[in-house]
């Protein structure tokens, strides 16, 4: 069973940035493919980024392609999300997941974070 926690989210204003950390529980992170997806009320969790177990591979939603970026540090059992230029489109509750192989689908990730809160404001 893999813990995740994420933190870093806030409220900003429009145009600015965050950087989410998502810390795992588990010193076996380093083999699993790591996602960042998000979610707002009424809606399903969508995908934002995603990650491969060595940071080769990488995929970003076309929404967030050239603002947002996914990277991590298998050392500290650590995926962020730098997100800049954000938009009020942009908020969402946002959570970090593990999957045993790369993909963008929410049903291939096994493991959840429990979510944290991302606003933009105008």
């Known amino acids: 069973q893999v813990q995740l926690l994420e933190s870093g989210g806030g409220l900003v204003q429009i145009g600015g940035s965050l950087r989410l950390s998502c810390r795992a529980s588990e010193r076996s992170f380093g083999t699993y493919a790591m996602g960042w997806f998000r979610q707002v009320p009424g809606k399903e969790r969508e995908f934002v980024a995603a990650?491969?177990?060595?940071?080769?591979?990488?995929s970003h939603a076309d929404s967030v392609k050239g603002r947002f970026f996914i990277s991590r540090d298998n050392a500290r059992n650590t995926v962020y999300l730098q997100m800049n230029s954000l938009r009020p489109e942009d908020t969402a509750v946002y959570y970090c997941?593990?999957?045993?192989?790369?993909?963008?689908?929410?049903?291939?990730?096994?493991?959840w974070g429990q979510g944290t809160q991302v606003s933009v404001s105008s």
């Open positions: 990650i491969d177990w060595s940071a080769s591979t990488t």
């Open positions: 997941a593990a999957a045993g192989r790369f993909s963008v689908l929410v049903a291939e990730y096994l493991y």
